[in-house]
T-cell receptor, first 114, second 116 residues
Framework: AQKVTQAQTEISVVEKEDVTLDCVYE???????LFWYKQPPSGELVFLIR??????QNEISGRYSWNFQKSTSSFNFTITASQVVDSAVYFC???????????FGQGTTLQVKP | GAVVSQHPSWVICKSGTSVKIECRSL??????MFWYRQFPKQSLMLMAT?????????EQGVEKDKFLINHASLTLSTLTVTSAHPEDSSFYIC????????????FGSGTQLSVL
């Protein structure tokens, strides 16, 4: 069975602090995709990243970075120098190859205070 | 990037009525669409997979007679909540995938359903 666990329900930081959102997954597939989405209060899902299980290179995009550790089945997301606009619910998700079905984690609510 | 339009954004209805939610891929043909439900402060749960021209595949525990899904064309899938009740109040969101080998998924903006 596939499962995604985001153990942090809520995180509160002060602006400019760095924050890491944890994601641990379970799957029996040898090939799979991992995703991160941002859900602002308006509700839409904003795509942040998709990572193939074969690619364990860490990725950086501006203030965002992702650490994929296949050995520990983790795909953590770090926001550097957080901003108030980063306040949202962040979801980690997993899918098999060619299924399109996403298994979402419980989500982490990030509050960035000015 | 590809756009998926979901309509309406929000709907309020009386208990017992049916509500139809549309999910359209605007600039690509979506062979497969997915419908998710999200209760307040909870995660998104997959309800069903909709393939163009065939019956939808429902996840365990989802009532297919209550949540009717139609995917009659490559650009449109509809979810009809039949005889809605207050417990059906939720955020419904669709996603669309292009060709079968595409791993690119595009989400609609979601529909907030409130059943009085």
């Amino acid at each position: 069975a596939q499962k995604v666990t985001q153990a942090q329900t809520e995180i509160s930081v002060v602006e400019k602090e760095d924050v890491t959102l944890d994601c641990v997954y379970e799957t029996r597939d040898t090939t799979y995709y991992l995703f991160w989405y941002k859900q602002p209060p308006s509700g839409e899902l904003v795509f942040l990243i998709r990572r193939n299980s074969f690619d364990e290179q860490n990725e950086i995009s501006g203030r965002y970075s992702w650490n994929f550790q296949k050995s520990t089945s983790s795909f953590n997301f770090t926001i550097t120098a957080s901003q108030v606009v980063d306040s949202a619910v962040y979801f980690c998700a997993l899918s098999g190859v060619n299924t399109g079905k996403l298994i979402f984690g419980q989500g982490t609510t990030l509050q960035v205070k000015p | 990037g590809a756009v998926v339009s979901q309509h309406p954004s929000w709907v309020i209805c009386k208990s017992g009525t049916s509500v139809k939610i549309e999910c359209r891929s605007l600039d690509f043909q979506a062979t497969t669409m997915f419908w998710y439900r999200q209760f307040p402060k909870q995660s998104l749960m997959l309800m069903a997979t909709s393939n163009e021209g065939s019956k939808a595949t429902y996840e365990q525990g989802v009532e297919k007679d209550k949540f009717l899904i139609n995917h009659a064309s490559l650009t449109l899938s509809t979810l009809t909540v039949t005889s809605a009740h207050p417990e059906d109040s939720s955020f419904y969101i669709c996603s669309a995938r292009g060709d079968l080998n595409s791993e690119k998924l595009f989400f609609g903006s979601g529909t907030q359903l409130s059943v009085l």
